[in-house]
């Protein structure tokens, strides 16, 4: 069964930081550009992070770059997030997605909450 599952999420002050995990399973994430949305109350849902599968490529929205690194561990067939100097605009549900030109994967979310 193709799965991703993310987790890492929660409650964290302003200039915190929190690491998200997506966990893969059934597919190889190798094969495939992995990235990191989020999604905040009333708003589209918005790329925050981007790797390429072919040549480890990164890339981020103008409002994370600086705070916001994605990684992945091969051996664990995990993509992180790691998000420091969080901000309360930061607030949202953050999704994994793992897209190839056949296919297009996407984890249930967890929510960062960033408040004093």
């Known amino acids: 069964q193709v799965q991703l599952v993310e987790s890492g999420g929660g409650l964290v002050q302003p200039g915190g930081s929190l690491r998200l995990s997506c966990a893969a399973s059934?597919?190889?994430?190798?094969?495939?550009?992995m990235s990191w949305y989020r999604q905040a109350p009333g708003k589209e849902r918005e790329l925050v992070a981007l790797?390429?599968?072919?040549?480890?490529?990164?890339n981020y929205a103008e409002s994370v770059k600086g705070r916001f690194s994605i990684s992945r561990e091969i051996a664990e067939n995990t993509v992180y997030l790691q998000m420091n100097s969080l901000k309360p605009e930061d607030t949202a549900v953050y999704y994994c997605?793992?897209?190839?030109?056949?296919?297009?994967?996407w984890g249930q979310g967890t929510q960062v909450t960033v408040s004093s």
């Open positions: 997605n793992a897209r190839s030109t056949e296919n297009d994967y």
């Open positions: 059934g597919f190889a994430i190798l094969s495939y550009h």
């Open positions: 790797i390429t599968w072919f040549s480890s490529n990164t």
